[in-house]
């Protein structure tokens, strides 16, 4: 678990009077912790394991990154902040779906349904050795 998630279930805990709830969503998901060199996250590849995607915690950013093991074996990153009301989006069962208003959207952004009509940010992500490098100034 993450610092992210560890702050989420301890506020959930204090909003419930103490009782302990687990966030939703931190203990199902795989986050990663990025290497941070100048405007670039760096994810070592073998950080995925047999997974198809990782959350990946940026202490700068609101909300963690979304980084995605395309079918070609190359990687794409997005927001995982909801274009419509800025919620976090979650992965579902082969996409990206909005837990506030339904909104989704594909692995790498696009729109599936609204209420959203913008799609995620996506930022720049390219292989360096053992490394996916995702450049966090948006795209």
Do not use: W
């Not at 902040?81 to 579902?92: A, F, I, N, S, T």
Request: hydrophobic fraction near 35%; charge should be neutral; glycine fraction near 10%.
């Amino acid at each position: 678990m993450n610092r992210r998630c560890f702050l989420r279930q301890m506020e959930a805990a204090a909003l419930a009077g103490g009782v302990g709830v687990s966030a939703s969503g931190c203990l199902g998901f795989h986050y990663v912790n990025a290497t941070i060199r100048a405007d670039r996250a760096m994810v070592r590849r073998d950080d995925f394991g047999e997974q198809r995607y990782v959350l990946v915690d940026v202490p700068a950013l609101p909300l963690p990154l979304y980084l995605y093991r395309n079918d070609d074996g190359s990687y794409s990153t997005v927001s995982t902040r909801c274009m419509h009301q800025g919620c976090q989006v979650e992965p579902v069962a082969g996409h990206l779906v909005c837990p506030c208003h339904g909104s989704e959207y594909t692995n790498q952004g696009a729109v599936l349904r609204g209420p959203t009509r913008y799609p995620l940010e996506k930022f720049r992500t390219e292989l360096d050795g053992d490394h996916v490098v995702i450049h966090l100034v948006a795209s």
